[in-house]
Nanobody, 122 residues
Framework: QLQASGGGLVQAGGSLRLSCAASGRTFSGYAMGWFRQAPGKERELVAG????????YYANSMKGRFTISRDNAKNTMYLQMNTLKPGDTAVYYC?????????????????WGQGTQVTVSS
C-alpha cells in the first residue's frame, strides 16, 4: 500500500528525491514519516510530517539538508535530500502513522513501504 521509490547511487554532495506513493487507501488523515536503516545499525527516523503538512520533524543530522513534504491530492509523500554524505547510505522506508502528528518512534507507524536503497559514494 506504500511504495517508496527514487533511491539510487549518487556522489557525495549530490541530491536525490524520494517518493512514497500510497495505493489502495488514502493516508491523507495520517501522519507520515521516512525512516532509514544502514547495515548493522538500528532503524532511525529521518523526518516526519503531520497529516496536513503543517508540522514537520527532522532528525538533527538531517536538518538543513533534507525536506519532507506531501501532496494529499496525489496521496504521495516526498523526501528531498541535498548535500548527501556517505553516512546517508541506507535503505529508506516510508511509513504511515494513524495519529495526525508525526511520532518519532517506529512502533507508532502502522503501514510500511518496502524500502528504497540510497548509496552515497565518497
Amino acid at each position: 500500500q506504500l511504495q517508496a521509490s527514487g533511491g539510487g547511487l549518487v556522489q557525495a554532495g549530490g541530491s536525490l528525491r524520494l517518493s512514497c506513493a500510497a495505493s489502495g487507501r488514502t493516508f491523507s488523515g495520517y501522519a507520515m514519516g521516512w525512516f532509514r536503516q544502514a547495515p548493522g545499525k538500528e532503524r532511525e527516523l529521518v523526518a516526519g510530517i503531520s497529516w496536513n503538512g503543517g508540522s514537520t520533524y527532522y532528525a538533527n543530522s538531517m536538518k538543513g539538508r533534507f525536506t519532507i513534504s506531501r501532496d494529499n491530492a496525489k496521496n504521495t509523500m516526498y523526501l528531498q535530500m541535498n548535500t548527501l554524505k556517505p553516512g546517508d547510505t541506507a535503505v529508506y522506508y516510508c511509513a504511515a502513522n494513524p495519529s495526525r502528528v508525526a511520532g518519532t518512534k517506529g512502533d507508532e507507524y502502522v503501514y510500511w513501504g518496502q524500502g528504497t536503497q540510497v548509496t552515497v559514494s565518497s
